[in-house]
């Protein structure tokens, strides 16, 4: 069996994508902290097949560098470089 194009799997992914967004606040209302992974799993594959989500994204985390800061805690990685520079500290 053939492996199906990539623009094909590409548009199920966001479609995927969409739908655990949009399905977050049903799965919310449920006891549990269900709706914040499932909100999260929506987002990655939003994140990662969309370039209109990503250009979202980088304009939000530069509007709003401690929101991004975080983003960059959470997910374990670097800190980018966002907003203002740091200051200089004399040696």
Do not use: C, Q
Not at 14 to 26: Q, R
Not at 31 to 47: I, N
Not at 63 to 78: C, E, F, I, N, T
């Amino acid at each position: 069996m053939k492996a199906p194009p990539d623009s094909v799997l590409r548009i199920v992914y966001l479609s995927l994508g969409w739908l655990l967004i949009v399905l977050t606040p049903v799965i919310g209302a449920l006891p549990g902290p269900g709706g914040v992974f499932v909100f999260a799993a929506g987002a990655a594959l939003l994140l990662k097949n969309s370039n209109w989500v990503k250009r979202a994204y980088v304009r939000y985390t530069k509007r709003y560098p401690s929101h991004g800061r975080l983003a960059d805690k959470v997910l374990r990685r670097p800190p980018a470089p966002r907003g203002r520079a740091k200051p200089e500290t004399s040696d």
